[in-house]
């Protein structure tokens, strides 16, 4: 029956008397348009060997060459021929899919090497896989306070969407302070019972802002009122620390942190997410979150290529220097000119625009008219006024791409008439 539909939509050919659901999706659709949070995909083909670049497809099917600003495959991991070749081995001996979730058939050998070498690098017991940095934050929260009945967990106000989700979903006591400020903290810790169980979840990189936790600071209140401590390290994985286990290996904190969550699809370029912690912790959690219990794993050319990434991201601290350094001549590059980078202590270079009109024209006069593709952040994924552009460069956007880059957001700077001196952060 639907195939010979075509392209007809189900929805529309119901009866008018009955509920309309196309107007509703369409109302849906058009109240986000309104509040011009509507999103338009950059259609990107990316190129083996070739990244920054990517070839963009417009609209009208033509195509365009553009250096891409705005990766989180911060390190170009994803294309790095090490990581590549392991896939390539791995589906040739293992085949495509995992063929079942972790407790039915679906636990490769991959996966379970992939868990102790992360196990390792961050000093836990145990890791534990999960679809994605998003999963694991929702699933594993969620879950916290099923098996710790009375959990109380306190979330610093910038905590990404997964991490709320999570929060929400486990329909506990939740209390949130403000962003990275431990006296707040320690006033909400102090208000609580002591004896109850409690759990503070919070970042080590913020993304947008590019700020970084006081993790000792974080550590030593959780200490000091019973509390777990919960680190998302999702763009800090692979890029801080010695061996790129995160700022929590950079800071020497490592063992002060009870849960860390990080992502496999942003510096180690692939894609799924885990939890490493004591192995009671991790046991617990593996049979008890839904989102990881309900769902087919991982398969076996992702987890190869995640470990052939992480091995490599171990053995190669000049690729996180070579990272800073870029971070850092873009930052004083575009200041030079003026242009206002807000203070940023990470290798994100976020850029004040200040409001969502220049900031979306901006962001389109750079890719149409100089191929420089970056995305335009407008509320509500930052606050009204502090609209922005950000910019993550990588050890390959060499100083030619540095110097277009600046040259072009001169110009543009003038062209929209955008104020030159930094807002207040
Ligand atoms: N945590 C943070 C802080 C993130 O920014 C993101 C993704 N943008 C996630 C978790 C989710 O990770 P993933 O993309 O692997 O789902």
Redo the contacts with the bound molecule.
């Keep these: 029956r639907r195939a010979q539909l075509g392209s007809q939509s189900c929805i529309s050919e119901r009866s008018a008397a009955l509920f309309d659901y196309k107007s509703a999706f369409q109302n849906s659709v058009d109240q986000v348009r309104s509040e011009g949070r509507y999103r338009v995909f950059a259609d990107l083909k990316r190129v083996r060997g070739q990244f920054p670049l990517a070839r963009r497809r417009r609209a009208d099917g033509t195509q365009q060459d553009v250096v891409v600003w705005c990766s ?1 495959d911060y390190l170009g991991m994803g294309q790095h021929p090490a990581v590549v070749e392991a896939m390539k081995t791995a589906i040739d001996l293992s085949g495509a899919g995992a063929g079942g979730t972790r407790n039915i058939s679906g636990t490769t050998r991959s996966a379970v090497d992939l868990e102790a070498e992360l196990a390792s690098w961050h000093q836990k017991e145990a890791a534990l896989l999960f679809t ?6 929702e699933a594993t929260l969620s879950t916290l306070q099923k098996i710790l009945p009375g959990l109380i967990i306190f979330s610093d106000a910038l ?2 969407a ?2 709320i989700a999570g929060i929400r979903n486990g329909g506990g006591e939740r209390h949130i302070f403000r962003h990275n400020d431990l006296e707040h903290l320690e006033e909400l810790l102090a208000a609580a019972p002591v004896n109850a169980p409690k759990l503070i979840a919070f ?1 080590s990189v913020y ?1 947008m802002d590019g700020d970084i936790a006081d993790l000792a600071g974080t550590i030593a209140l959780a200490k000091k009122y019973g509390a777990l401590t919960y680190l ?1 390290e ?2 800090a994985v692979g890029l801080y620390g010695a061996t790129g286990a995160g700022v929590a290996e950079r800071d020497g904190v490592l063992d002060g942190i009870d849960i860390v ?1 990080c ?4 510096a180690i370029g692939v ?3 885990y939890i490493a912690a004591d192995a009671v912790i991790v046991d617990a959690v593996r049979s008890w979150a839904s989102g990881f219990i309900f769902t087919t794993s991982l398969p076996p050319a992702l987890t190869a290529g995640a470990l052939a990434s992480v091995r490599h991201l171990k053995a190669h601290p000049e690729l996180r220097e070579a990272h800073q350094e870029r971070a850092a001549t873009l930052k004083r590059r575009l200041t030079e000119a003026g242009i206002p980078v807000l203070p940023s202590v990470s290798h994100i270079v976020p850029v004040h625009v200040g409001n969502p009109v220049h900031c979306k024209l901006i962001s389109d006069m750079l890719l149409e008219d100089f191929g420089i593709y970056v995305q335009p952040i407008n509320y509500p994924t930052v606050p009204k006024g502090t609209e922005r552009l950000r910019f993550t460069p990588s050890p390959d956007h060499d100083d030619a791409m540095i110097d277009k880059l600046v040259d072009a957001m001169d110009k543009l700077w003038s062209h929209c008439n955008v104020a030159r001196r930094p807002a207040a952060a």
């Design positions: 989180n994605s940095g998003y999963v694991a934050n905590n990404h997964s991490m970042e993304s998302d999702v763009h969550e992502t496999l699809g942003k894609m799924g997410g």
